[in-house]
């Protein structure tokens, strides 16, 4: 069984710049998360869908950071305009559903803003 | 805010030797998860451990919870070079369906 994939891994770009990130989580998992990962600290959640659904957004600075998971698959985070302090590792993980505790991790996207 | 804090921040230990690290949270919860994260790589799931539940085994694994003390503890026997990571515990409160994670523990298994 495939794990969650992220893509890119890397990537590097000048402050003001956008950016997306994409997560296709593992294949029947309907809950799906963003992270963010800061140097040195744990993974901080950003937003949790549920299908098509986010319902729970609260930690995602709005002004900036949209997010969208069509279909109730895959899923797409976007960062316009980025900052110097968005660099940090970007961790999608999904879920089968809201009842099942553990998650699964893709191994993330590290966003370095120059 | 129900995030662990682990104990130590850093260990290093020699091969063969048993790594302890400590979790503590503030908030009820319905269970608490361990996680590793070696260098570079995503989380990967280590052992779950629910509220009403005092020990669990997983392997070389033990994880124990003092729900009254709201801490939480990871116990590696025998490690190996392997087990260098960071270690990760998350409390989970299920009526927001939430993970909270501290900044975790590193651990270095010197050969």
């Known amino acids: 069984e495939a794990g969650v994939v992220q893509s890119p891994r890397y990537k590097i770009i000048e402050k003001k710049q956008p950016v997306a990130f994409w997560c296709n989580p593992i294949s029947g998992h309907n809950t799906l998360y963003w992270y963010r990962q800061n140097l040195g600290q744990g993974p901080e959640l950003l937003i949790r869908y549920e299908n098509e659904e986010a319902v729970d957004d609260s930690q995602l600075p709005k002004d900036r950071f949209s997010a969208e998971r069509l279909k109730g698959v895959d899923s797409t985070l976007k960062i316009q305009p980025a900052e110097l302090g968005d660099s940090a590792v970007y961790l999608c993980?999904?879920?089968?559903?809201?009842?099942?505790?553990?998650?699964?991790f893709g191994p993330g996207t590290r966003l370095t803003v120059t | 805010s129900q995030q662990g804090e682990e104990d130590p921040q850093a260990l290093s230990i020699q091969e063969g030797e048993n790594a302890t690290m400590n979790c503590s949270y503030k908030?009820?919860?319905?269970?608490l998860q361990w996680y590793r994260q070696n260098s570079g790589r995503g989380l990967v799931h280590l052992i779950l451990?629910?509220?009403?539940?005092r020990e669990k085994h997983s392997g070389r694994l033990r994880v124990t919870l003092d729900t009254s003390k709201k801490s939480s503890s990871l116990l590696i026997t025998a490690s190996r070079a392997a087990d260098t990571a960071s270690y990760f515990c998350a409390p989970y409160r299920s009526n927001d369906y939430k993970l909270s994670f501290g900044a975790g523990t590193t651990v270095t298994v010197r050969a």
């Open positions: 908030t009820s919860i319905n269970n």
């Open positions: 993980a999904s879920t089968l559903g809201r009842g099942v505790y553990e998650q699964y």
């Open positions: 451990i629910r509220s009403n539940e």
